[in-house]
């Protein structure tokens, strides 16, 4: 096989010297600085004289660290060698003579007055970013803060996965005879999750997290009195088969929810779980809120029969003022605050993916 030169071209700052290898699909590198200061080279790929064993050799002007870091691409193979001694060359060789092979990588060149504003245009931003970390008051509570959000998303992850599963395997098993009891079986965990999630409407009056409060505080409120008014209340709502379709709304959308606010407590990121949180409520909560809809709606004739939390009128009007009305009042609130919601949400969202494509970019 015909061993051949590679066409290299180069450029230098202060402490480094780049080099550029055309050469593509290079693989089988073999790069090393020796004793004498010379930069041995040899790969296979496809260069100027098609796919051939490439290599070449340079002595350079002054002495070099050993250590180098590579790049390898389909176009192109990217050496980076640090300089012993801060200073500028005023040629990358030994030798006076330039090796026919090697010229100037303009797309990277720099003379020594540009090099120097460069250098100390890093200086200034180093500095500045100092200064900045420097007048930021780290918060000496910091670690507390995250170990207790930790583990709040950590149990109610845990409660919400109980109910999940505690339903689907009744599913499975009872079929659509599971509908009637779901209220039975499930209640006590599904109480002690809402009672907790009280919490996500005082932790951001605390500064604890940077969500808004009005938003948390309409999904809270609003679950709450599904729970507690509409089903925890009633007996006669808690054999429905709406109670199961509720529970198991919410209950989908929280395993992803809590597990995701979890690992960002401890800067960790999974990017399917992320897609899931971001994506998963877009059919999820309106269909949740229909469901609590239902609920409400079959609940007015109960509270009409029942006369519970009715409001006693004074004599003159007699009789009393039925909750049925306030649930009525209640019933539209509600789809105004699935818009609110939705829109927020939906603002999280692309904020979301919106940088994490400048990130890509």
Same mark, same amino acid.
């Given at each position: 096989m015909q061993i051949l030169t590679p066409h290299v071209y180069w450029a230098q700052r202060h402490s480094e010297i780049f080099l550029r290898v055309d050469l593509s699909d290079a693989k089988d590198l073999d790069i090393s600085v020796q004793e004498n200061n010379t930069l041995q080279f040899k $790969? %296979? *790929?496809?260069? $100027?004289? *098609?796919?051939?064993e490439y290599k070449f050799s340079l002595?350079? !002007?002054?002495?070099? !660290?050993t250590e180098i870091n590579h790049k390898s691409t389909q176009r192109q193979v990217d050496i980076k060698i640090r300089k012993q001694e801060e200073r500028w060359w005023d040629r990358l060789t030994l030798q006076e003579k330039k090796p026919l092979f090697l010229a100037p990588d303009f797309d990277r060149w720099l003379d020594e007055s540009d090099a120097e504003m460069e250098l100390q245009a890093k200086e200034e931003e180093k500095i500045n970013k100092i200064s900045v970390e420097s007048r930021v008051r780290k918060d000496p509570y910091l670690g507390l803060? !995250? *170990?207790? +959000?930790?583990?709040?998303? &950590?149990? %109610?992850f845990l409660g919400f996965s109980w109910?999940?599963?505690n339903m689907t395997v009744r599913l499975f098993i009872l079929g659509q005879d599971s509908f009637y009891d779901t209220f039975h079986t499930t209640a006590d965990m599904m109480y002690f999750c809402q009672m907790m999630a009280v919490l996500e409407v005082i932790n951001p009056l605390l500064g604890l997290v940077k969500t808004g409060f009005f938003p948390a505080m309409i999904q809270v409120a609003g679950r709450n009195v599904i729970l507690f008014v509409i089903f925890g209340s009633l007996e006669e709502m808690q054999n429905k088969p709406v109670v199961f379709f509720v529970f198991y709304l919410w209950s989908t959308i929280e395993i992803f929810r809590y597990p995701f606010y979890m690992l $960002?407590?401890?800067?960790?990121?999974?990017? +399917? &779980?992320t897609w899931l949180r971001y994506s998963l409520w877009i059919p999820l909560y309106p269909l949740g809120v229909l469901a609590e809809a239902v $609920?409400?709606? %079959?609940s007015l004739v109960i509270f009409d029969e029942t006369r519970m939390f009715s409001v006693p009128l004074p004599a003159l009007l007699g009789g009393s003022l039925s909750f049925s009305y306030t649930l009525q009042i209640y019933l539209v609130l509600m789809f105004l605050g699935l818009f609110i919601n939705f829109r927020h949400l939906y603002k999280q969202r692309r904020r979301r993916f919106r940088s994490r494509k400048r990130k890509v970019q």
């Open positions: $790969a %296979q *790929g496809h260069g $100027a004289k *098609g796919d051939n002595e350079f !002007r002054e002495p070099v !660290r803060k !995250r *170990g207790y +959000l930790f583990m709040y998303n &950590l149990v %109610q109910i999940f599963v $960002a407590c401890i800067s960790t990121e999974w990017k +399917l &779980l $609920a409400v709606i %079959q």
